[in-house]
């Protein structure tokens, strides 16, 4: 998300607070009390949303991607990386490379940039996004998943709250009109908080050093995640990705942070020692 404006207006606002309600509800409620098996299934409706969204986008601009293969390669990736880890998601990635490959080869009219952006799509949010599973299955994964989501929604909101009040100087105007440097600042800030605070809060067997270090990383990836698909939308000249939730626009406008956070945040945790 970015901090901009919402669209306007008490019902708009109505919406987006529902949204991100249920929103909540889901991903706070699969990693507290169904664990990963549940995660996994609201990561892969969130995932599927996102891809069919990215590849409607790819379309307008004259690509044809096989949305079957990608969609459902993204379908599996959060349950491979539940059955299988690391191993279950490079398995299935491995397997759509071969299928697109083949769908390449089977068909004449099919292009180069068709069977690019079929791989890329899913890779893009699914093989991503999965890496949200994969935190929930490490030692102490209730609270790094959470921290991780948490992490987040700080960013989002502080970012949104003084960029809109406050900023001033435009990090990116030709991508992102709106996003300000001052809202990054703010929203780093609460992202690092997050995690120094998972320090205190919770035995994770991670410095409080390195879960800051965490923090930056990931506030970095929201803010990259969030400009790649601001410049997707661009290019397509699209004001949002999709209308499936109200007062967000669709899957990619609200998790496009999430997407790049999830697996940097894995790896960061990874490297820290967590198992």
Do not use: C
């Not at 780093?188 to 067997?205: M, S």
Request: glycine content about 10%; aromatic content about 10%.
């Amino acid at each position: 998300m970015t901090d901009e404006t919402p669209h306007g207006g008490l019902r708009d606002l109505a919406a987006r607070i529902g949204t991100a309600l249920l929103v909540g509800v889901a991903f706070i409620g699969s990693i507290l009390v169904t664990g990963p098996a549940g995660l996994a299934v609201v990561v892969a409706v969130v995932a599927a949303g996102a891809a069919a969204e990215f590849y409607g986008i790819m379309r307008r601009e004259r690509r044809l991607p096989n949305e079957f293969f990608g969609l459902a390669a993204v379908a599996v990736m959060p349950f491979a990386s539940l059955w299988q880890g690391e191993h279950g998601l490079t398995a299935v990635v491995s397997a759509l490379i071969v299928a697109s490959l083949a769908w390449h080869l089977a068909f004449r009219q099919v292009r180069a940039s068709d069977t690019a952006v079929t791989v890329f799509g899913a890779v893009y949010v699914g093989f991503t996004l999965s890496h949200l599973v994969l935190i929930r299955q490490l030692d102490a994964g209730a609270e790094l998943a959470l921290a991780t989501v948490a992490s987040v929604w700080a960013n989002d909101t502080f970012a949104y709250l003084v960029g809109s009040s406050l900023g001033r100087h435009k990090m990116a105007p030709r991508i992102s009109p709106r996003k300000t440097w001052e809202g990054f600042a703010a929203g780093t800030i609460f992202t690092i908080a997050v995690w120094v605070a998972l320090a205190y809060l919770a035995d994770t067997g991670i410095t409080a050093w390195w879960l800051a270090l965490v923090g930056v990383a990931a506030s970095l990836a929201a803010v990259v995640g969030d400009l790649a698909e601001s410049r997707l939308k661009r290019e397509a000249s699209l004001k949002d990705s999709g209308t499936s939730l109200p007062g967000h626009g669709g899957f990619l406008d609200r998790f496009d942070s999430m997407v790049l956070v999830s697996i940097v945040t894995y790896y960061m945790l990874v490297f820290a020692g967590a198992r």
